[in-house]
């Protein structure tokens, strides 16, 4: 199930749809270069910006997709789109002010996440400040943060049993699971 929204950025319309199975977000690429690129002509633009990242060496344009999009005449027409991940690509690629925002914030980000690898008490301050942030009591972070704790611990555990489980245990249910059901049952 595919749930389409216009998101508002700095007064101007940017289409964007949510997928359910991936449970991803992906947007308009047309849309993001008409907010923060200098030029009239956003697809011309798109256009000439694929070509110069494809010279570069760049996959960014082998991850843009296609969806149907409604655009602005109420029509819905084939547009290029990018999940998160590759949008915040693009637009480290686009010159622009307007663009400048964005990508500080993507590289104090990135050095956060360096230093957090180093440091990883630090990843658990930033998990701290952030429920604070949006209101949560300490008490339930707290609580949070044990049961990520106990499911990690319990998925672990599953994992060493299935890698003592017997083979033999496995095979044997499985062709009770065909006779019965007629499927197999899923093994690694």
Do not use: C, H
Request: charged share 35%; no cysteine; hydrophobic share 35%.
């Amino acid at each position: 199930m595919e749930t389409t929204k216009i998101a508002l950025f700095r007064g101007k319309q940017i289409r964007r749809v949510w997928d359910d199975e991936k449970e991803l977000w992906y947007f308009s690429v047309v849309d993001i270069i008409a907010v923060l690129a200098k030029n009239n002509r956003p697809r011309k633009y798109w256009n000439d910006l694929k070509t110069k990242l494809e010279k570069e060496g760049s996959q960014l344009s082998e991850n843009i997709g296609q969806l149907k999009m409604r655009s602005l005449d109420g029509k819905y027409y084939m547009t290029d789109i990018a999940d998160t991940k590759n949008m915040l690509r693009l637009i480290q690629s686009i010159p622009s002010p307007k663009a400048e925002p964005f990508k500080l914030w993507l590289a104090q980000v990135g050095y956060e996440r360096l230093e957090e690898s180093v440091d990883p008490e630090l990843a658990i301050n930033r998990v701290l400040q952030t429920y604070l942030k949006k209101g949560y009591s300490r008490s339930w972070i707290n609580l949070r943060l044990k049961s990520i704790e106990i499911r990690k611990d319990l998925t672990d555990e599953w994992e060493e049993i299935e890698k003592k489980t017997d083979r033999r245990v496995v095979n044997g249910n499985n062709f009770i699971s065909k006779a019965s059901n007629k499927k197999s049952l899923k093994s690694k």
